[in-house]
């Protein structure tokens, strides 16, 4: 088979995977159009956070306009809890629940009320019964084992006792 021949079918799957759905996939954080606007907010909310000279978020209003006039397109109001949100596809900054380490955002879609969390790191569908959505519990990873022999774990002391280390060796 001449290199010519063998590039053609090269060419026509790299043609095919570049034309599949997951390839042309919009990229980046968000499932669907609520968590992407909630987390557009939220990044910006990090950033005034990390500009603000006491290191705290500022008051729930303050903070609706910063990120209102930064991102365009996404209209941003503050409101007193997830109750008294009623318009669809806005952004609301809430003032129970936020302080100045913790912010709370909330956004009314068609398909329920997604409610940002900065505390936990999540973004929650809460509908009448409460969490519709309710993520596993945040922590270290469990049931994780060493992928190598356990002889090649050896404390530092252990380490430095031997003049020759393997290669899949790790020092804790």
Known sequence: M???KALIPIALLVALLACTGSAQARG?????????????????ALYVRS?????????AQQLAKAIG???????????DGPGSIHRLNVV???????TCNHVLMALRASSG???????????????RGGPRVVPGTP???????PAGPASCYRTAHQAAETAVDHVCCAVR
């Open 2 to 4: 001449t290199l010519k």
């Open 28 to 44: 980046g954080a968000g499932h669907n159009p609520a968590t992407k606007k909630l987390e557009d907010a939220f990044k910006i």
């Open 51 to 59: 500009v603000s000279t006491d290191g705290c978020y500022p008051p």
């Open 69 to 79: 006039q930064t991102k365009r397109g996404l209209t941003v109001r503050a409101a």
């Open 92 to 98: 609301y900054v809430l003032k129970h629940g936020s």
């Open 113 to 127: 009320l997604y409610v940002l969390n900065s505390a936990q790191g999540t973004i929650r569908v809460v509908g």
């Open 139 to 145: 922590g270290p990873p469990r049931g994780a084992r």
